[in-house]
């Protein structure tokens, strides 16, 4: 695995809430700040939240108080609890480092935010 594998994606009611897990790469250790990103329709990719080795946390903006970043330093695991999502928030959500490498961009996982 020389990339980050998004999963948890899907359709979810404005209001609900959902689960996002992406499992860092093999050379990627604990040490790095991971993050999460965003791509939506006709718009480029954006910072969604970020996490750093020791837990420290940063958020856009426009999704602080609903997401949380967290961590699994033992799995190589990363998370993002998306809760209260809006329509605004459907896009193709991925993983990678803070500041971002390209050859670390996985499939991404779909998150469609509708009633």
């Known amino acids: 695995q020389v990339q980050f594998v998004e999963s948890g994606g899907g359709l979810v009611q404005p209001g609900g809430s959902l689960r996002l897990s992406c499992a860092a790469p093999?050379?990627?250790?604990?040490?790095?700040?991971m993050a999460w990103y965003r791509q939506a329709p006709g718009k480029q990719r954006e910072l969604v939240a970020g996490?750093?080795?020791?837990?420290?946390?940063h958020y856009a903006d426009s999704v602080k108080g609903r997401f949380t970043i967290s961590r699994d330093n033992a799995k190589n695991t990363v998370y993002l609890q998306i809760n209260s999502p809006k329509p605004d928030d459907t896009a193709v959500y991925y993983c990678?480092?803070?500041?971002?490498?390209?050859?670390?961009w996985g499939q991404g996982t779909q998150v469609t935010v509708s009633s």
């Open positions: 990678n480092l803070d500041p971002w490498f390209n050859k670390y």
């Open positions: 093999g050379s990627i250790d604990s040490a790095y700040t």
């Open positions: 996490i750093t080795s020791s837990g420290s946390t």
